[in-house]
């Protein structure tokens, strides 16, 4: 068991290493398995292939992968609904901004579909959503999950942009004094949702939906 955790790394570690050197246009079974040194008959054990492959790297590294698993946590709920999505947006910044290797993916899933990229937007949306329809509804005439989608792609657009451009209506994209301005920004979008998502918990709105749905 220990020898194969450790070949799984290596081959995890083979595909990170491989998209930093070439982009996605140079990732394949047979350039990861010469890369990690094994048959590229193991990946297919492993890993079931280039789709299983690039779930499992995702799972650990793309936020809403990694992350879903809070979204039942105890703690959690006893947050604003305000504060989670402001925290949601700054851990989705710091997470591309420290990963060129999750940034290339995020390019590649852009401009590409196909099957391992149809699986990752949709596993997720699928996580993303278990956040969003939580959030929904909970204020009367507030769209949240529209809010939320463009300050979301807003924040992925910026940090794949500054690849290729180091600034954005002269906002620096490669420093932490632009990003910090881009947070500030988030945080005043925030700051204008109805005070309810401000001041009461997620579980305390939840109790008041669920409370006038039973009376609807």
Do not use: C
């Not at 890993?47 to 990694?66: I, K, R, V």
């Amino acid at each position: 068991m220990i020898k194969r955790l450790e070949t799984q790394k290596a081959i995890l570690n083979a595909l990170e290493e491989q998209i930093r050197e070439t982009g996605m246009a140079g990732v394949g079974v047979n350039a990861i398995a010469k890369r990690a040194g094994v048959s590229k008959e193991l990946i297919y054990r492993y890993f079931n292939g280039m789709p299983g492959l690039m779930m499992a790297w995702m799972s650990e590294q793309d936020y809403w992968t990694s992350h879903s698993k809070h979204l039942v946590e105890a703690e959690f709920s006893t947050r604003t609904p305000a504060d989670l999505i402001l925290s949601m947006l700054r851990e989705q910044i710091e997470a591309l901004g420290a990963n060129e290797t999750l940034r290339e993916i995020r390019r590649w899933e852009l401009m590409e579909r196909n099957e391992v990229t149809a699986q990752l937007a949709d596993r997720r949306e699928r996580a993303a959503r278990g956040f969003i329809s939580r959030v929904d509804g909970l204020a009367n005439g507030v769209d949240v999950p529209a809010h939320v989608s463009i300050m979301l792609a807003g924040v992925l657009y910026l940090m794949l942009r500054s690849k290729t451009e180091s600034h954005f209506l002269g906002v620096e994209l490669r420093t932490n004094e632009g990003w910090a301005r881009i947070y500030a920004a988030l945080e005043g979008i925030v700051g204008q949702l109805p005070t309810d998502l401000k001041t009461h918990s997620l579980a305390e709105l939840e109790a008041v939906r669920e409370h006038k749905d039973s009376q609807a």
